[in-house]
């Protein structure tokens, strides 16, 4: 194990009891196409394969804690945003991932230690890998430190963290094959100090909303919620 990822481990709050384990889970498949005596064998496809359903279970688990008053739609929302490429890619970045990481020469070159989908792929391997290290327990403490700990609420009671509607509404209108929606501010109410924004968002043609918030951005986000329930609506 080297000095580097022996910082990683203080990171994590675990020393791995099998260490090619953690090599592995940083292990990307171009280096494994360069491989050199001493490097380990196998990529981290795998692991990453194995921690998505671990994360999955556990995130499901937790918000069910959680929020047992929460119907299936709205925990479905949080868990879809937890378990996304962004938050992982989030948690890569607060860990350093990319300092870590076990990459070919080519995949080096390209700025791999900064590519978000190969950074979100090592974080799902990590969870794998502390999984088969030292059971479900390590896995569970890390996911929820890591991924679900930071949740908290905004000025409406909303959990903030969790609930990226704007994102979720891009990415919605570029599964449908609509234009990126478009938010206006159309109002501003109130004095300086105590302002309230009111934000139209636009999808294409037909979808419209407005909704009001103390900032541009809590505003933003209700509204594109509030396209996000008309089209799940529409897809109902």
């Known amino acids: ?5 022996e910082k990683l481990e203080k990171e994590l709050g675990h020393t791995f009891g099998d260490r ?7 292990t990307h498949k171009s280096r494994v196409y360069e491989k050199t005596a001493g490097q380990p064998a196998t990529d981290n496809e795998q692991l990453e394969f194995l921690g998505d359903a671990i994360l999955g ?11 047992p008053s929460y119907p299936e739609g709205r925990l479905s929302k949080l868990k879809a945003h937890l378990v996304s490429a962004a938050r992982l890619h989030e948690v890569a970045q607060e860990l350093s991932l990319g300092d870590f990481l076990i990459l070919g020469r080519g995949e080096e070159m390209s700025g791999g230690r900064e590519k978000k989908a ?9 969870i794998a890998a502390l999984y088969l290290d030292a059971g479900l327990e390590a896995a569970r403490q890390f996911i929820e430190n890591r991924v679900v700990g930071a949740l908290h609420s905004d000025e409406n009671g909303e959990d903030a963290a969790v609930t ?4 979720a509404l891009q990415e919605m209108a570029q599964a449908l ?14 004095p300086e100090h105590s302002k309230t924004f009111t934000v139209e968002v636009r999808l ?6 407005q909704a009001q918030g103390l900032s541009k951005k809590s505003a933003g986000q209700r509204a594109a ?4 329930q008309q089209l799940t609506e529409w897809g109902r």
């Not at 194990?1 to 990822?5: A, G, Q």
Request: cysteine-free; hydrophobic content about 45%.
């Open 1 to 5: 194990m080297t000095p580097e990822l």
């Open 177 to 190: 094959k609509l234009p990126p929606p478009r938010y206006i501010i159309i109002g501003e109410d109130g």
């Open 204 to 209: 294409g043609k037909e979808w419209i909303s």
């Open 164 to 167: 990226d509607y704007k994102s």
């Open 225 to 228: 919620q509030q396209i996000l």
């Open 20 to 26: 090619q384990l953690l090599e592995r889970a940083l």
């Open 57 to 67: 279970f556990v995130v499901s688990e937790s918000l069910v804690r959680r929020y």
């Open 118 to 126: 190969l950074l979100a792929d090592a974080a799902e391997a990590l």
